[in-house]
């Protein structure tokens, strides 16, 4: 069991200097993948794993690693802790950065504690977690558990029409390394809960077991425009309608279904946009998301059925393109257990739990066994920047993380 902790100062105050990173004028918070803000950010992670004295590798789809390599077990599989650095439009500071930043924290902690390792440690910041700019979302650590060849990920198209093969070269992170260069022993992820079960019922830590099926689809509605005034609405084919209605029929699916799943429509498109031209064209994003494969099939299906139904029913067409589709994942048992026991040893509540988000583990959990450790978020509020963890769960969580590759690292310690 460990006896040491983690530098709270230098944990917190990155993470501020980090926050700070990619806010424009309006306050706004925005990193997106390979932008020109989340290089300001690149830049500065790497100038602190330089500065912890780590090796610094980044790979062809731009995920960056800082390696801590100590003699004598060099060539062993290396335990590997990490998240991202990328954020959605308008972001908290915590989503991401917080478990690359005290993934970084352990190593310097445990480099300047005369921890001997029995495998190199490794930090990682994935790209384009979020997927906000270029679609599949986990993209980085998605190519880098061989889900996705890097060439592909590389030529995809982004929001801005920008290709990330393009940006990741121009901001200078297009690295030597091919994906999966390291094939870790183990992987750990500490992120914030990013919802509100761990407040409401006032445990500290999560212990994450698995993680619920993502898919995302963009639809697009084809009518006609014509005159807002003069075109009576029994002869309409109004884009806008249908998917209105496609939004109240996810929403009222998932209300009423007694199962956790949940539906989003989080972006809408209107063509021609006039406020007296019925919409000829619509285009919106479907998240789904269930813990279960078999019933987020089955809310596919049900999705598939009643867009066939409006279509008929007010003349549209519809066209679906699949962004993204990743099935649940179980994370390793035994890494589960370890969280608990480190919670237990630090005299921290714990529980077991499901991931509502997508991370990056659920990537690397195809070639290594991962795990996550969640801790609270005020109010179950992420994605938005009003995102809050009090600073001491951040420090609780990042001793966890601490123990448990101590554990993992199996170490003199
Ligand atoms: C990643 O933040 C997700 O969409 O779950
Ligand atoms: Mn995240
Ligand atoms: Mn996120």
């Known amino acids: ?28 918070l925005v990193r997106l ?5 989340e290089k300001l950010g690149r830049d500065t992670f790497v100038s602190w ?11 062809r789809i731009g995920n960056i690693f800082g390696i801590w390599r100590p ?14 650095i990328d954020t959605v439009i308008d972001a908290g500071i915590y989503d991401g950065c917080y478990g690359v930043l005290s993934g970084l924290e352990v190593i310097e902690t445990l480099i300047e504690a005369g921890f001997k390792p029995s495998r190199p440690i490794v930090v990682a910041a994935f790209t384009n977690e979020e997927g906000v700019r270029y679609a599949p979302d986990m993209m980085g650590s998605l190519v880098y558990a061989g889900g996705l060849d890097v060439d592909t ?24 390394h091919e994906p999966g260069f390291l094939r870790p022993y183990a992987y750990i992820e500490l992120h914030i809960e990013q919802g509100p079960v761990l407040e ?33 609405i029994s002869m309409r084919r109004d884009a806008g309608y249908a998917a209105a209605l496609v939004v109240t029929f996810l929403r009222e699916r998932a209300r009423n279904s007694n199962t956790p799943t949940v539906a989003t429509v989080g972006c809408m498109n ?34 598939d059925a009643y867009l066939a139904q409006v279509a008929k029913d007010e003349g549209v067409s519809f066209n679906v393109e699949r962004l993204a589709r990743f099935q649940p994942v179980t994370f390793d048992a035994n890494i589960v257990e370890l969280i608990e026991g480190a919670a237990a040893r630090r005299g921290h509540t714990v529980r077991r739990m499901t991931s509502g988000a997508g991370h990056d583990a659920q990537m690397i959990a195809r070639i290594a066994p991962s795990a996550m450790i969640f801790v609270p978020s005020l109010g179950g509020i992420s994605h938005n920047p009003r995102e809050k963890t009090p600073d001491e769960d951040l420090v609780a969580g990042a001793n966890m993380l601490l123990d448990v590759v101590c554990q993992l690292a199996g170490g003199d310690n």
Do not use: C, Y
Request: glycine share 12%; proline share 3%; charged share 30%.
């Open 153 to 176: 990920a590389l030529a995809t198209v982004g929001t801005d029409g920008t290709r990330l093969g393009d940006e990741l070269r121009r901001i200078g992170f297009d690295g030597e």
């Open 1 to 28: 069991m460990s006896k040491i902790s983690i530098d709270s100062l230098r944990l917190l105050s990155r993470l501020s200097e980090l926050g700070e990173i990619g806010r424009g004028g309006d306050g706004r």
């Open 200 to 232: 409401r019922e006032g445990i500290q830590i999560g212990a994450v077991e698995n993680l619920q099926g993502i898919s995302w689809q963009r639809v697009t509605v084809s009518g006609d425009a014509n005159h807002a005034g003069t075109t009576p």
């Open 49 to 59: 794993i330089e500065q912890a004295g780590l090796e610094l590798a980044v790979d």
């Open 270 to 303: 209107f063509e021609p946009n006039a406020i007296n031209v019925i919409p000829s064209r619509v285009t919106f994003t479907v998240d789904l998301r269930d813990p279960d494969e078999d019933r987020l099939k089955e809310e596919e299906a049900a999705l």
């Open 71 to 84: 003699e004598g077990v060099s060539d062993e599989a290396p335990l590997m802790l990490g998240s991202h």
């Open 33 to 37: 993948a390979a932008s020109d803000t």
